[in-house]
């Protein structure tokens, strides 16, 4: 069992920027690969950027490709999601979530966070 704590939500411009935070609890967690999604009301859970769990790969959707960065800390148990140059668009509730796999597929992941709000205004 992995439990996933996300933090790091709030309030911001545009153009400013953000860090949320995944706290990863389990005896395997540092073994898992990580992602970061997002989702706003009606509508589908969107992939934003994954990493393989020694984080060797990672990959990233091209809406966010040069303003996101997922990174993690094994030590910790912590993953990242450095956000800056934020947009109204970018604008959702952000979820981390752990699989075995290494996919951008969200029914492929078998753990998720509570999500954290992220609102970016004009």
């Known amino acids: 069992q992995v439990q996933l704590v996300e933090s790091g939500g709030g309030l911001v411009q545009a153009g400013g920027s953000l860090r949320l935070s995944c706290a990863a609890s389990?005896?395997?967690?540092?073994?898992?690969?990580m992602a970061w999604f997002r989702q706003t009301p009606g509508k589908e859970r969107e992939f934003v950027a994954r990493?393989?769990?020694?984080?060797?790969?990672?990959n990233r959707a091209d809406s966010v490709k040069d303003r996101f960065t997922i990174s993690r800390d094994n030590a910790k148990n912590l993953v990242y999601l450095q956000m800056n140059s934020l947009k109204p668009e970018d604008t959702a509730v952000y979820y981390c979530?752990?699989?075995?796999?290494?996919?951008?597929?969200?029914?492929?992941?078998?753990?998720w966070g509570q999500g954290t709000q992220v609102t970016v205004s004009t």
């Open positions: 990493i393989s769990a020694s984080s060797a790969r990672t």
């Open positions: 389990g005896r395997t967690a540092s073994t898992y690969a």
């Open positions: 979530a752990a699989t075995t796999r290494l996919t951008e597929i969200a029914s492929q992941y078998e753990y």
